[in-house]
C-alpha cells in the first residue's frame, strides 16, 4: 500500500466535526495539500469561492495567517435552521477565533462585484462543477474568468474539485452516475471533467496553469468522505456510499490545478546607456 501524505495542520482538526462543515471529499485535508502550492504570506488577502460552512476558511485564516474573503451565495439546504452559507461561516470564524480576519460575503462567481484586481490569491474547492452540472461549460468557464479578473496580476488561484480519470465511465456504475441531473451522485456524468479538460478550461480564460493534476491522495479522501460525511455515515448502505465504494478510484478522483493569473508584458523600450542618464534597465523616456 503507498504512503499517504501526511497534514500536520488538518491532522490537528477532528474529522466528524471537519466533514459535518465541509462539503467534499478531503474536508481539510484538500485545505492544506492546495494552501502549501499557493506561497501564502502572512496577512495576503485572500479569496475563498464556495465557502459551503466556510470550514476551510477559518482553517486558511487560522493556519496561514491570511485575511479571508468568503464568499457563498445559498443557503445550506440541509440546515434545519435554514441558514445562509456565509452565516455558518461567520459562526465558525466566532468559534476558531478568527472573526477579525475572516469576511463572510453573500456572493457568488461570476457576478461578485469585487473590483478588478482584489485579492493577492484565491481558493475554491468542490463549488464550480456543480456548475458545469446544472448550467453548462459555458458558465463555469465565466466563473473562472470572473476568478481571473479579481486577482491581482501575478496572484495565484488554488483550485480542487471531483473530477474522473480519464478512462471510460465503468459500465456497472453507469446507470447511478448518468441517472439524473444536479450536483448529487446521479447527476456526477455531468458534473465532472478529466484533469485535461478542466485545464484546457483555466488556459481559455486567461490562467497560466502551474502545476495540474489528480490528488496523490484522491482515493483516501473519498474513503474518509463515505466515513465521516454526515449522510454517508447516516447510510452506509446506500446509493452514495455504496457507489463511491465500489468506484474504488476506478473512474472518480479529485484533481487539483494551481494558475496563475498573468502579470502584463512590460513594454521595454531602447536601453538607455548609463552615460545617457540611464542605468541597465532603465526605459527609454516615455516607455513605461
Ligand atoms: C460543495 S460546497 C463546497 C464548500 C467548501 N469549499 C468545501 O469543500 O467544503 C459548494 C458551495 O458552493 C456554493 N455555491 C453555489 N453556487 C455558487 C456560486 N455561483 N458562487 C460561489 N459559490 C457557490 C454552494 O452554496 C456551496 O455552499
Redesign the pocket.
Known amino acids: 500500500m503507498s504512503a499517504h501524505l501526511t497534514y500536520a495542520k488538518a491532522s490537528k482538526y477532528d474529522p466528524d466535526v471537519v466533514y459535518a462543515h465541509?462539503?467534499?471529499p478531503g474536508?481539510l485535508k484538500?485545505a492544506e495539500f492546495i494552501a502549501d502550492r499557493l506561497n501564502l504570506d502572512p496577512g495576503l488577502r485572500l479569496l475563498d469561492?464556495?465557502?459551503?460552512h466556510g470550514?476551510?476558511s477559518c482553517f486558511l485564516a487560522k493556519e496561514y495567517d491570511v485575511v479571508v474573503v468568503g464568499?457563498?451565495?445559498?443557503v445550506?439546504p440541509s440546515d434545519p435552521e435554514g441558514l445562509l452559507?456565509v452565516e455558518h461561516l461567520a459562526r465558525n470564524a466566532r468559534a476558531l477565533s478568527v472573526d477579525g480576519s475572516v469576511l463572510p460575503v453573500r456572493a457568488?462567481?461570476p457576478e461578485t462585484c469585487f473590483a478588478d484586481a482584489s485579492f493577492d490569491a484565491a481558493y475554491c474547492?468542490?463549488?464550480l462543477e456543480?456548475?458545469r452540472g446544472s448550467e453548462g461549460e459555458a458558465r463555469y468557464r465565466a466563473?473562472l474568468a470572473e476568478v481571473c479578473r479579481v486577482l491581482r496580476p501575478g496572484g495565484l488561484l488554488g483550485f480542487g474539485e471531483p473530477m474522473h480519470l480519464d478512462v471510460e465511465m465503468p459500465k456497472d456504475l453507469a446507470p447511478v452516475y448518468t441517472k439524473g441531473e444536479g450536483a448529487d451522485i446521479e447527476g456526477w456524468a455531468k458534473c465532472f471533467a478529466a484533469i485535461d479538460e478542466t485545464t484546457e478550461a483555466f488556459r481559455s480564460v486567461g490562467f497560466e496553469v502551474l502545476e495540474a493534476d489528480y490528488a496523490p491522495d484522491a482515493q483516501l479522501w473519498w474513503e474518509e468522505y463515505c466515513q465521516y460525511t454526515p449522510g454517508c455515515k447516516a447510510c452506509p448502505d446506500g446509493e452514495e456510499a455504496q457507489t463511491i465504494r465500489s468506484d474504488g478510484g476506478r473512474w472518480l478522483s479529485f484533481g487539483y490545478v494551481i494558475a496563475q493569473k498573468p502579470c502584463p508584458t512590460v513594454a521595454r523600450g531602447p536601453r538607455v546607456p548609463r552615460e545617457a542618464g540611464g542605468g541597465d534597465d532603465k526605459p527609454a523616456a516615455g516607455l513605461i
Open positions: 465541509c462539503s467534499g474536508g484538500v469561492v464556495g465557502t459551503f470550514y476551510q464568499i457563498d451565495p445559498w445550506d452559507c457568488g462567481v474547492t468542490t463549488t456543480m456548475i466563473c
